[in-house]
């Protein structure tokens, strides 16, 4: 079970707690809404994994947004993030797609990375547990390098740059093609294709940041709680919760572990540097 000083694994589980989650893409998924509300311009958090996986499952730790055109009107919605994928040399992956409003992958440019799988949205990238990593949804703008084939009339290129904060590196995955022009909210989640009782996995969220389409910067406080109900297929074993300490400041998502905080819970968001 989890070492770590920040995970938690206290008290008695109940509900489905083994075996594969039957739900329809046989996925278990949490999630952390942000109380921040549009029009924005871009979105940013940082993400480390703190108990890598070990099973030969997909877990995908992402940031979405959601587009909406100059009127208001909803345009999908798309999420950048990393995945432990068992398709990638070494089961790691990075993954940048999404659906139109109406449904529909979303079309984007070709990604400067390779993938193994020779998928559009998934590309191969060589993550490392342990590692800060900063999720950043942007639009491309006049960004270098451009990617091809570039937006057709009427859309706009919006990007998923992966930053190593140990290395400094950068790393452009594609552009989406969207006919929304700001980002209206944002979301991080887990979504774990694993059974219930594989041994526990556990990511950080840390630093979320957004900025208006005025130019102002602006900091959620605060992140609802939500969790794959039973009857969607979801386990009932996994949590989330704020930790404030040496090692890690941020809101945990963890899996194959006692749930302590409730669903719908408004958990106040740790950052670093806070009084």
């Given amino acids: 079970m989890p070492t770590w000083p920040w995970s938690r694994d206290r008290g008695a589980r109940s509900g489905r707690v083994s075996g594969r989650p039957p739900s329809a893409n046989g996925a278990s998924s949490l999630h952390l809404r942000w ?8 979105v940013s958090v940082e993400l ?12 995908f730790w992402a940031l979405q947004a959601d587009f909406a055109d100059s009127a208001g009107r909803a345009a999908g919605g798309a999420h950048c993030g990393l995945q432990w994928h068992p398709g990638h040399a070494d089961s790691t992956a990075a993954n940048w797609g999404g659906y139109h409003a109406g449904g529909g992958e979303l079309p984007g440019s070709r990604s400067p990375l390779p993938s193994k799988m020779d998928n559009a949205n998934t590309r191969d990238f060589a993550w490392r547990a342990g590692t800060t990593y900063r999720l950043w949804i942007h639009p491309a703008g006049e960004a270098a390098p451009q990617l091809p084939p570039g937006p057709p009339p009427g859309t706009t290129a919006w990007r998923c740059t992966i930053t190593d904060l140990g290395s400094g590196e950068a790393t452009v995955l594609r552009d989406l093609y969207v006919q929304g022009e700001h980002l209206t909210g944002a979301i991080v989640w887990s979504e774990v294709f694993a059974r219930c009782d594989d041994p526990s996995v556990s990511v950080l969220w840390s630093q979320p940041s957004g900025l208006t389409t005025r130019g102002d910067r602006v900091t959620p406080l605060r992140a609802s709680v939500n969790y794959q109900s039973h009857a969607d297929g979801g386990c009932a074993n996994t949590n989330s919760f704020p930790v404030d300490g040496a090692e890690a ?7 194959n572990c006692s749930r302590e905080t409730p669903q719908g819970t408004m958990l106040a968001w740790p950052r670093r540097g806070s009084p």
């Fill in 35 to 42: 109380d921040l509300e549009g029009p924005l311009a871009e």
């Fill in 249 to 255: 400041v941020g809101l945990v998502q963890q899996t």
């Fill in 48 to 59: 480390r994994v703190l108990e890598p996986p070990t099973t030969a499952r997909l877990y």
